[in-house]
């Protein structure tokens, strides 16, 4: 079980690009913190979410 933007999920080993795509988000127009610490977008694919992770997934979203 891992925390994701609040809510626990079952997930664990999923890397976050697979997770993300899995659930809608566009990975270049998201920021990803995992255990308060942010995964950089390059390391998406190999990064795992793993059992007990606190995650925080980040929408950036234009407008004026």
Do not use: R
Request: glycine share 8%; charged share 25%; hydrophobic share 40%.
């Amino acid at each position: 079980m891992a925390k994701i933007n609040g809510e626990i999920v079952k997930i664990d080993n999923v890397s976050i690009l697979d997770y993300l795509k899995e659930n809608g988000y566009n990975p270049l127009m998201v920021a990803v913190e995992i255990n308060e610490e942010i995964v950089p977008k390059t390391t998406f694919d190999s990064h795992l979410i793993k059992d007990e992770d606190t995650v925080e997934i980040v929408s950036f979203v234009g407008g004026g």
